[in-house]
Each structure stands twice: as C-alpha cells, then as structure tokens.
C-alpha cells in the first residue's frame, strides 16, 4: 500500500470521529485564554493518536505541543491548529473546523512517518481572533518554539479554496487616562477631565488618518468615559486596532499615535497608560511555491465542483499565523464550507461550520495537508526550495 494510499484510507476511516469533534467544540465556543473545553478534546484525541502531548505552553494556559517523532532523521514540520470562538457569536469563525483538521492532518501523516523519517508537530495555539492573552502564536515564536521547523501548515475554512493572502500587521493597544475627579458643577476647576483626554485622542486619531499610507487601518472603540454626568471624569479608556501592510510602517504608525496620546495627556494635565493588551501580530509572508505544492493536491483530489480564488488581494484582516510566517515558509489557504458566498464572523459562517460540506472540509483539507507535508517529507530539495524562497520573500 503507497503512503497516499495509507493516508487517505485513515482519514477516511478516522473522519467521523473528527466531525464529532468538530461539532463538540462548536457546541461549547470559548473565547481566548478560555479554551479548557475545545483544547481538552483536542489534546486527549493527540494522546489517542500516539502524540507526546505537553499543556499549558508559551505562556498560554491553553495551549499545547504535540509531537511525534520518527525514528529516522527528516525534516520537522508544524501543524497549526486554532479553536477559539468569537464573543458572543460563537464559532463565527470555523475554528471548530480548523484545530480538527489539522489534528487529523497529523494523525494521518503520522501513519507513514515511521517508514519515511522526521518530525511531525502540532501547535495548539489560543486566541487567534484576540482578547485575553490573545494571538499565542507570537509567544510560540518568541519562545522558540519555530526555531528547530522547517516548515508550518494549516488551512482556513472560508467560502471559496484559495492560495495564502497577505495580511495586515496590527498592534491592538490600550489607551487610558488617569485624571481627577471633582464636582462638575460647583467646582470642575478643581478636577483632571480624563474623557477629555480621550476624545481629544479620538479626533487627533482622526485627523492622522488623512496623513498615512493607503494600506493602514485605525480603529478603536471608548471602553469608559466616566460613571456620572455630575463628576469630572477620574478615568477614561479607549482600546484602538491599528494595522498596516508591513511591521515597518506598523512601526511607524504605532509611534505616531503614542504622541497623540502624550499630547492628549499634556493638554489636560491627565497622566497616561499606553501599549499592547494583547501579543502584536506580524504580516503574512507568501511563500508562492509553498502553496503550489498545496494546490497541485488540490488537483490531484479532482475535487468536484470546485470554486478556486484565483486572485489573491491583501486581506484587510489580521492574523497571527503571519507571526509564524515571518520565521519559517508558512501556509494557509482556504477550503470551501458553502456553495455561497459567506461573510466571515457572521451568523451564515457559524451555521456552515457545523453543515454538512463544512464537517465534509475536514476530512478535505486533512488530506491536502497531508500530501502536501508528504512531498517535503520524502523530497529534501523541495524543502530547501521553499526555504529560499522564503527567505527571499523576508528580504523584499
């Protein structure tokens, strides 16, 4: 039996264990640095599959490293899996989808690995949609959890199959003013207006906007403005997202709006707090032939009534699997769970993550992942390729 072979009959063995768990997860939505329940069920199916599975990882309560290891020397290759949910709304995002897919991704590329050599690995990485403690990968990066991979895949549920897009660098940071509280009306002399600062931050923020590059976004929200219309605010908070096209100009954009705010704070006399809440996120390098070599499985499966994105715009989104990218060759295409167009973080999204072609996806995209990891396994080469062209693509 070829390795192909031996692959495609476990997935296809193993696949409604993993739509169980995939619909499991989707029924119990935690939201990062929360996902006992959703890290659980993947990490005791890693321990079922023959995974050396450690907890409670780079910082992440949640978070896990599973690996497998072959007794035969050969590359070292990430699967990266996500589970959290959206506030509110749920797994608006399919990552009920995704951290099954690529367990099971593993689980099958770990039935011919002994006989091949190397290191199969998965990450369980909390909070890619943000929040507390969120966006992980960038702490497995900074704690070194990349630096002995060759290579990191994963793939994304989404409306249409489509190649690794570019993402958008963001700093989500938090703005808070600390001023004095005074009776508004018989003595606002004596008191520090806090919310001033704040808005005074907002439309400085505004009036930045005219002034940068067309690839930034800034977008915020007041978190507090004061508890009563009578007392001079003591406190005021604001929480901004800004992005940018590259680290560089992210950089940049970033020490801009720290003026704003030490600005803000002189004209009212407010001391301030300002920085991250949460751990940055870095844009997506494209590592082009890393997703050819996914696509030509995509051919291989002749998968019917296929929709492929053959344009790949910048997404005005952000991720922190570009963390990842911005170390070692990285992808994330999508795979299709509607035969209609779906906005993602919406009510149609959460539906299709649990719908019959969306449990169908795992089963898919396992097997792309799969025989994608095989062709660096078994072809050294192609593994050096995808490397240069990575670094090649830093460097630019």
Known sequence: MSNITKIQSYIKESLPTYQDLALDIHDHPEVSNYEFYSSEVLVKQLKAEGFEVQYDVAGHRTGFDARYKSEKIGPTLVFLAEYDALPGIGHACGHNLFGTTSVLAASALKQVVDEIGGEIRVYG??????????????????????????????VHPSYKYGKTTPSLANDPVDIKFFGRASHASAAPEKGINALDAVIQTYNAINALREHLPADVRIHGVITDGGVAANVVPEFASARFYLRAATRTTLNEVYEKVENIVKGAALQTGCTYEFGLFQNSVDDTIVTPSFDELFFKQVEALNIPEIEIETEIPISLGSTDVGNVSQVIPTIQPTVSISDTYIAGHSIEFKAAARSEKGLASIGIGAELLARTALELFINPELVKEVKNEHQAAIKN
Do not use: W
């Open 125 to 154: 990485t909390p909070g890619e949609e943000g929040g507390e403690n969120g966006s992980a990968k960038g702490s497995f990066v900074r704690e070194g959890f990349f630096e002995d991979v060759d290579a990191a895949l994963c």
